[in-house]
């Protein structure tokens, strides 16, 4: 496999996951909550498992079916303003004094998983994106470089999700109403993404 081909894709995948979006909203909030690892490991298994899908041909089979692709993204839409919603009944930041009960680490890999599992920009990316980064005349097989162009978008992914979780946990810890202030955008985010990617399959 070329090693310009590897690059290309790594230049058009950070692209997207440089890109605000319900990722970095979810992230965020993740952190401010001190929930950023398991709810980037949680996104970052989601990618896993997309990567999995694509190298078996089954990626190929759902892009040949709009209605597969429709359904994924209402669903994602609908778990996007669900998060969004628990995130503004949440608050990242309580009162002095007060106890703050989270979800247990489990819980926030399982909600990372959804939203990258379900999130449109990664269907985007490996359903219609990655492939046209492989060749069939490759000494390699095709399974074997989807999972190598998968890797070098997960290693983009972690870098970006951890810095963007964890510097939100480390700059708002200490800052309660600036920190409010964000998770309040974060869960406004997710739920303006949502509304759009749901009116937008709605009006077609």
Known sequence: MALTAITAFWGVSMLFVITPGADWAFAISAGLRRRAA????????????????V???????????????TVLTVAGAVYLIWLGIG??????????GAQLVEASPGRWML????ISGLNPKVTLLFLAILPQFTTSSSA???SV??????????????????AVGFGAGAVLGARPSAARAVGIVSG?????????LLVGQLVR
């Not at 406004?188 to 759009?196: D, K, Q």
Request: net charge positive; proline share 5%; with cysteine.
């Open 140 to 142: 390699w097989p095709v």
């Open 55 to 69: 190298a078996a041909g089954v990626g190929a089979l759902v892009a040949r079916y709009p209605l597969a692709l």
């Open 111 to 114: 909600k990372g998983l959804g």
């Open 188 to 196: 406004l985010a997710m739920i303006a993404i949502g509304v759009v």
């Open 145 to 162: 470089q989807i999972a190598v162009l998968g890797a070098v978008h997960l290693v983009g992914c972690a870098a970006v999700y951890f």
């Open 38 to 53: 398991p709810a980037v490991l949680g996104m970052l298994s989601g990618h896993v498992l997309a990567v999995l899908v």
């Open 87 to 96: 995130a503004l009944r949440t608050p990242a930041v309580v009162r002095e």
